[in-house]
């Protein structure tokens, strides 16, 4: 089947505990992504991969770190997590990501609820 | 730096209306405009992908419309359910390589 997936799917810890967050995709998809969604602010972009060790920058990159060493995984690093990084987080993948390309489709995963104390 | 805007926040309807849902961006310059639904406490489903070159798509009993110079795009919801009850997310991706979403319309059709 055709998914993204995210681990883990909830996680409770503590200020300054570093985490990884892992994102996988079965579909070939050069294009992956990062995103929080809070109460009040919606879903905002942290960091994107246009594709293999190609990564850049959303709108909310600060205290997060990514990696593209493989085509399938992107995980999201937080070194020294802080509460207000509490939120639903959700990994994103798309085949191509060029304008007209109809295969700039984004597709999500289930998402990972972390909170930090 | 472009912005998101969706209208109503929230509608509750009788089953069986049909209903639009507006989504408004400010900056025309966009490669896509893709409307999600997102149900409680869930990922993000997929619904229609319009390319800044399209006006509208169709997928089964819902249909999208853009006008890029206007910065609007309705999403039209013919004979709705119970089951369409969700929170409908659009999403811009514009030519700063960045996604930007609406903060969502809840959706409650009413038995």
């Known amino acids: 089947e055709a998914q993204v997936t995210q681990n883990p799917r909830y996680l409770i810890t503590v200020t300054g505990k570093k985490l990884t967050v892992t994102c996988s995709q079965n579909?070939?998809?050069?294009?992956m992504s990062w995103y929080r969604q809070d109460p009040g602010l919606g879903l905002r972009q942290i960091y994107y991969?246009?594709?293999?060790?190609?990564?850049d920058k959303g709108d909310v990159p600060e205290g997060y770190k990514v990696s593209r060493k493989e085509k399938r995984n992107f995980p999201l690093i937080l070194e020294s997590p802080s509460p207000n990084q509490t939120s639903l987080y959700f990994c994103?993948?798309?085949?191509?990501?060029?304008?007209?390309?109809?295969?700039?489709?984004?597709?999500f995963g289930p998402g990972t609820r972390l909170t930090v104390l | 730096k472009q912005e998101v805007t969706q209208i109503p926040a929230a509608l509750s309807v009788p089953e069986g209306e049909n209903l639009v849902l507006n989504c408004s961006f400010t900056d025309s310059a966009i490669y896509n405009l893709q409307w999600f639904r997102q149900d409680p406490g869930k990922g993000l489903t997929s619904l229609l992908l319009?390319?800044?070159?399209?006006r509208e798509q169709t997928s089964g009993r819902l249909n999208a419309s853009l006008d890029k110079s206007s910065g609007r795009s309705t999403l039209y919801i013919a004979a709705s359910q119970p089951g369409d009850s969700a929170t409908y997310l659009c999403?811009?991706?514009?030519?700063?390589?960045?996604?930007?979403f609406g903060p969502g319309t809840r959706l409650s059709v009413l038995p």
């Open positions: 991969s246009m594709n293999v060790e190609v990564t």
């Open positions: 994103a993948s798309s085949l191509r990501m060029y304008e007209g390309d109809p295969y700039n489709e984004q597709f």
């Open positions: 999403a811009v991706r514009d030519y700063g390589q960045n996604f930007v």
């Open positions: 319009i390319q800044s070159s399209q």
């Open positions: 579909m070939n998809h050069e294009y």
